[in-house]
């Protein structure tokens, strides 16, 4: 791809998170987006048929590299011991890390409840994953892991804790490790 083109859209995700974190989504219009990033109507439209589709592009980017956080560290369930865990949950961590300015708008943002979505995505990552595997799994257990993390992260984003504390919390959580 072009760099000028890939610089373009660049400018234009950034501009629109930027624009989200005083306003919300409904009342930003696709000239506000232009204005910040600093380009034409033209190529906003050369890279996005509307805001909505710049929307969609940007929580689709951010949820395949958490999604990818998601694959599995054992073939078999019955192998997930600590260290396994710890892996699993330390490698989401790492991805969200990575996203963690967009995230915290995106948490921000009231009226899409980001933090159902993004829960839906880990969970759904999880049975394709057990499925791959053709293992069994027990649905209730997934779908309070995989939103328990969601609440973890979203704590996580509030505050100023680092990567690495933040991975050591979740491990313990996990594990119900309750210790001061």
């Avoid at 995700?13 to 219009?29: R, V």
Wanted: glycine share 2%.
């Amino acid at each position: 791809m072009d760099k000028r083109f890939e610089r373009s859209e660049k400018n234009i995700c950034q501009a629109f998170l930027e624009l989200l974190k005083n306003s919300s989504y409904a009342k930003i219009t696709v000239s506000d987006i232009c204005r910040k990033a600093d380009c034409s109507r033209n190529t906003f439209y050369l890279h996005y048929d509307s805001k909505e589709h710049l929307m969609t592009a940007l929580l689709y980017d951010i949820i395949a590299n958490i999604e990818k956080s998601c694959r599995p560290v054992v073939k078999q369930f019955s192998k997930i011991g600590l260290a396994e865990s710890r892996q699993f949950t330390d490698q989401i961590l790492e991805a969200i890390a990575e996203q963690k300015i967009a995230l915290n708008i995106l948490f921000g943002q009231k009226d899409w409840h980001f933090s159902q979505q993004l829960g839906e995505v880990l969970l759904n990552a999880s049975i394709e994953e057990a499925e791959k595997l053709n293992q069994t799994y027990n649905l209730p257990h997934l779908i309070y892991f995989t939103h328990g993390i969601v609440g973890y992260i979203h704590h996580w984003l509030k505050t100023s804790i680092s990567l690495d504390i933040a991975q050591e919390e979740l491990h313990q959580a996990v594990h119900f490790s309750f210790q001061k």
